[in-house]
């Protein structure tokens, strides 16, 4: 995948941020959960050249059976890279790693709060100009908002300022899954309820309705569109 100028400039800070964590001399693991095959293919190369298939039993077994957080941090940014340019499973591995970031990342160095939300705006501009991804727009939103927690109203009004394809189709998968959402009362979602079904969602999937590249593109938008307006005749 291409990555963008900002993506690239983010990946370079989280990198910088995350520097003074070096690998330690060993690592303590669950001999019953993780090989010494697959300690040595963590420890077998620089860090930014670590393959997703050598890190993939890391990304399993992060903290809770290999190691400590402070070797989780050592890792995070290649980590990172590896999901948002999908080599590393998404699907698997992203909630689960960005889980242990969750747990304790207000309490982080200044300097790695910030390359934190660098990246996870990176990623979020990558998955809006991307389509399909492995880590879907509402996993993104969880992350964002439930995860770290951090103010969702921006991402939105990014979201709707991306006049593409791309975007309205995240819009349209989401507009058919979230019907099947179950209801939440936290600020966020209740935000995010709001803006789904306001005129700006409707916007961005009628401009890109009538600029489809493919008539089955058109049916998606064209599908998420009746659902919108169901939601406004109640």
């Excluded at 291409?2 to 800070?13: C, E, G, V």
């Excluded at 690592?27 to 298939?53: E, I, N």
């Excluded at 979201?159 to 179950?182: G, I, Y």
């Excluded at 966020?188 to 593109?217: K, N, Q």
Aim: proline letters at 5%; one cysteine or more; aromatic letters at 10%.
């Amino acid at each position: 995948m291409d990555t963008s100028p900002d993506l690239d400039r983010a990946l370079d800070a989280l990198y910088a941020a995350f520097s003074p964590y070096p690998l330690p001399a060993r690592t303590d693991v669950c001999d019953h959960c993780v090989s010494p095959a697959s300690v040595q293919a963590a420890r077998a190369a620089p860090l930014r050249m670590l393959t997703a298939s050598a890190l993939d039993a890391y990304a399993w077994n992060a903290v809770s059976t290999w190691g400590d957080i402070d070797e989780f941090k050592h890792y995070l940014p290649r980590l990172l890279e590896l999901l948002i340019l999908e080599e590393l499973d998404g699907y698997l591995h992203a909630e689960s790693l960005m889980g242990w970031v969750d747990v304790a990342w207000r309490s982080w160095r200044q300097v790695e709060q910030e390359a934190i939300v660098a990246v996870v705006r990176a990623w979020w501009q990558v998955t809006l100009n991307h389509y399909p991804r492995d880590v879907d727009v509402m996993t993104m939103i969880e992350i964002i908002a439930d995860g770290l927690e951090l103010d969702l109203a921006p991402h939105l009004a990014e979201w709707a300022s991306h006049n593409t394809e791309t975007a309205a189709r995240h819009l349209a998968w989401l507009v058919r899954d979230f019907t099947m959402s179950v209801a939440d009362d936290t600020g966020w979602y209740m935000l995010l309820d709001g803006w789904i079904r306001g005129p700006a969602s409707a916007e961005i999937l009628e401009t890109a309705f009538f600029s489809a590249s493919s008539p089955e593109v058109a049916q998606e938008l064209s599908d998420a569109l009746e659902i919108h307006r169901v939601w406004n005749r109640r």
